[in-house]
């Protein structure tokens, strides 16, 4: 949830009178706790990491090999022809722009690995929130914040997490957890 739809909950949640507040029911999770006591998740990193190592691996051979190309050149440039050196220029620069596409491609704000990390994600985001969704309404909830993520509380009490709860809804055993 974006910060502005966090301040303005938070400006309601102050404009309330007091009487309303005070019947209001709060939680929190941890989504982060939540995420790496799934196990899928563990699959899912493992899955980018080895992509992503992948990837570096295929642009540092290409920086190998521009790096190949700028070496030859300087040690036979003074044997080179005006046309031939500005060709191989050309080529130089043209493997530069090429490498760094292939880096914006895989690696960019909206690059492979974001979308394919997006894409592997969103199954269990879907099913944790069906999960919270579910501890919620079971355990009669108005609001159920995050504190993992872009909203921070600065106090919250322990008996309010319900993350293990949302881990069983999830159906994963949890053993000395949060709560």
Do not use: C
């Not at 493992?46 to 295929?58: A, G, H, M, T, V």
């Not at 040690?75 to 722009?97: F, G, I, N, V």
């Amino acid at each position: 949830m974006s910060h502005w739809r966090w301040t303005v909950l938070v400006v309601v949640l102050l404009a309330l009178p007091a009487s309303a507040a005070a019947q209001q029911q709060i939680a929190y999770i941890d989504s982060e706790y939540i995420l790496n006591q799934t196990p899928e998740y563990a699959t899912i990193q493992q899955k980018i990491d080895r992509l992503e190592e992948q990837w570096r691996e295929e642009l540092q051979q290409r920086r190998d090999t521009v790096r190949q190309m700028y070496r030859e050149f300087e040690s036979r440039e003074l044997l080179y022809t005006e046309e031939e050196r500005r060709q191989r220029q050309q080529a130089m620069q043209q493997a530069e722009q090429e490498l760094e596409n292939l880096r914006q491609r895989y690696f960019g704000p909206d690059g492979e690995l974001y979308q394919r990390q997006r894409d592997l994600m969103r199954p269990l985001q879907e099913r944790i929130l069906a999960a919270v969704e579910e501890v919620a309404t079971s355990e009669g909830y108005d609001y159920v914040f995050d504190k993992s993520g872009e909203f921070l509380f600065m106090f919250a009490r322990d008996q309010y997490d319900v993350s293990d709860q949302v881990l069983r809804e999830l159906g994963i055993d949890v053993r000395g957890g949060n709560q």
